[in-house]
């Protein structure tokens, strides 16, 4: 099945996407067709790292937390991971809700101070990828109950 653009239909099917884990490559769940999911709308889609500039005194880098053996956490308490980790207004999508996102899972497990409405947030390992992502409007979608 060739990639189709959102004008097309509203859904992008990236390539194979996947996350590494405590050393070993885990493929991502992902999905190739619409079928049997529903439509949450278009939201607005930032990205973010766990650089000082994206979470401020909550990073691990940042100057206070150095040498404290402190460990960033979500707002949900989990390590956030690239491919997997959402941070929403969790009085839209409350935390552990999944979505699918260009074919992909992601869970809600985070918030920030700029995430209302139908905006989310994608966790990335660095800033520059979040730069790169800059803002886009994506149909997100759950599986249908």
């Not at 992902?30 to 930032?46: H, Q």
């Not at 053996?69 to 839209?92: E, M, W």
Request: glycine share 10%; aromatic share 8%; net charge negative.
């Amino acid at each position: 099945m060739p990639n189709t653009t959102a004008a097309d239909t509203g859904y992008r099917k990236p390539p194979e996407p996947s996350y590494e884990l405590s050393g070993v490559d885990i493929p991502a769940t992902t999905y190739a067709s619409l079928d049997g999911l529903e439509c949450l709308g278009t939201y607005k889609v930032t990205a973010y790292c766990s650089c000082p500039k994206c979470c401020g005194i909550w990073s691990d880098r940042h100057p206070s937390r150095i040498g404290t053996g402190y460990v960033q956490k979500t707002a949900s308490g989990t390590i956030p991971r690239p491919s997997h980790t959402i941070a929403a207004d969790t009085s839209v999508l409350p935390f552990g809700t999944e979505v699918i996102m260009d074919g992909q899972i992601y869970t809600v497990e985070d918030t920030g101070n700029g995430v209302r409405g139908k905006h989310i947030d994608l966790y990335m390992d660095d800033h520059e990828a979040a730069l790169a992502w800059g803002v886009q409007r994506i149909e997100l979608y759950r599986e249908a109950t």
